[in-house]
């Protein structure tokens, strides 16, 4: 089965940060999940984090 795993850090409008985690089976919009943050570098360590761990499940790294 074709699945997908999007991670996109992106500013909000209060000062702070948000991680977008998106997943699904390629072809739908699949289902997504924020997480917010007061600093760049406590987004940018998670992100790091979840795409480690969906690396070692298989899923490739897209450029």
Known sequence: M?????LEIAADLFGGVTLTRNWGRIGTSGQQRRQWFARIDEAVAECTLWADRKQRRGYARDA
């Open 2 to 6: 074709a699945r997908f795993y999007r």
